[in-house]
């Protein structure tokens, strides 16, 4: 069973994590509503978030057009060895809400992955940041691509990461 | 309890990760051997890996100066919404990889860290795809800042992603 | 002789650029006064511009601490093969501006190099944009490394391209 | 009048570019004839070279399907505030390659655009690197998109700067 400490960490360093079919979240993300609106049910619990949300522990908090916010409680098991959190960690932060951000924008059946993304680390997360929040918006929308920006800050305002991104929209079939 | 099937993924959608003390990785990655020797014992099973390889479940398979090879088993707790491996898991294993060639040119107590990352996503990868591995070399080391690029491929040489990143090259006080 | 129509485009496809010693500029730049100060004299025309500011024809318009903004006249001269102002003397503009940005931070003494500069494009520049503008701002500014962000905007407000770029800040011996 | 010394520089600080109507390029390199047919009449001098070649003073040496190579001689005419080769300089040129590799595998009426480049500089150019070459070859062509690397070496094989592209490809209407 875990224990966790003050600082969000597992003193025992284990960690159990369970997720749920993703073939749903497919479904819903993709085709069956809007991106905004399975961003919402994300948001609100009417929908598991996927797998790597479980596995890395981050949680969206606020969506909007064109505008996602996650957030994590770094711990002990995102560390490097450097004994901070892995920068592939806040790589995948800031991937999952600039794609949210793009998200919200597109229609049933229209869906984006990442063609490329590009992560500046300006400070060390450790687990005695506690709590880490991505806000993510767009740049420019066009027809084919978009771009969009996104920063990872701490509880006063200070700047652990930032990162921009490429995204293809396109039709599913 | 853990029942895997023959893709590595769990049936019961539950994982249980374990990890050992963070500082002693540190300790060795940074002060008490070279980063080439760190490494070497980290893929010879004599040194724990960090906590976020037990997270991603990553392993280091070769190292070289100037050189790493990370390989990971893709599961469906790697998956974001649209049901592919979270491009930022293959991030990870870029920069981890980028960032242990780097690490293996460099004595003790001098070390690196990840300034910025840049990754390119060609094509998905799935729990289908079995194993993928991860190569980085070292582009350019100088004084201050290296230089380092990745490629990360699966079993018929299949291009997934491929990244560049810039590290900063730091004595340790 | 030169004769220029309406839009900055040489009607004859002949262009002469006139230049001055640019170890005067690198003097006044690095050391002899503050990168603001520097900038303020460029923009003031107390300094001559450097060579690149000539060869392409950008000018500083405005500077104040963080902060840079250059404009350009795009012409027939800027072309590639595609008949639209290469992407490269873009880039040239933003890394111009972002740079410049840095530099407004830093005293006598103390200068800066791009580490590496990431741009991406968004819509076609042509002669017919008549003026573009990029503006910089720095995002974060630290001991050894800044990071920068830029963009080129035409006069209805729309987007061309933006960047982003990390320079490492040293003193000179 | 210009007098050119052998470095390339002119002594006068003074230089005069004069181009060709650039509507001639754009017809030959996206619709009349295949991108490599296109670059290799470039290369053999019987195409003009599009103007901003004219105004940064590179040329096409070598070309192959997913490759081609250019070469610059840098002068004081191309130096940035530092006295030395502005990086938008090095960037055109690595911008110019890559592009150009891509080019050399689309047929007629088949175009590509840069997405977005991403360049890091390693060692400064001067005049006295009196020839530097950038070499680009394909990383991954798909169908919608291609990515590209482009490493620019001076004459002993040092490394001055490196870069990874993006580009669009599209059918002209």
Chains 1, 2, 3, 4 share one sequence.
Not at 29 to 57: M, Q, T
Not at 72 to 88: C, Q
Not at 138 to 149: C, N, Y
Request: glycine share 8%; aromatic share 6%.
């Amino acid at each position: 069973m875990d224990t966790l400490d003050d600082s969000g960490r597992d003193r025992e360093r284990k960690r159990t994590i369970v997720w749920d079919d993703p073939q749903i979240n497919k479904r819903d993300a993709v085709s069956a509503i809007s991106g905004l609106d399975y961003l919402r049910s994300i948001r609100d619990g009417k929908i598991s978030p996927p797998p790597a949300a479980k596995l890395i522990g981050y949680q969206l908090k606020d969506v909007d057009y064109g505008f996602a916010a996650f957030e994590l409680h770094p711990g002990e098991h995102h560390y490097n060895p450097f004994a901070t959190v892995h920068g592939g960690i806040l790589s995948t932060l800031l991937d999952t809400a600039m794609t949210a951000a793009v998200l919200t924008t597109l229609p049933q059946n229209i869906t984006c992955s990442t063609v490329e993304i590009k992560v500046n680390f300006i400070k060390p997360v450790t687990a005695e940041s506690k709590l880490v929040r991505c806000e993510a918006k767009i740049i420019h929308s066009g027809r084919k691509l978009a771009t969009v920006e996104g920063r990872i800050k701490g509880g006063n305002d200070e700047l652990y990461a930032h990162g921009v991104s490429t995204c293809l929209i396109f039709k599913v079939n």
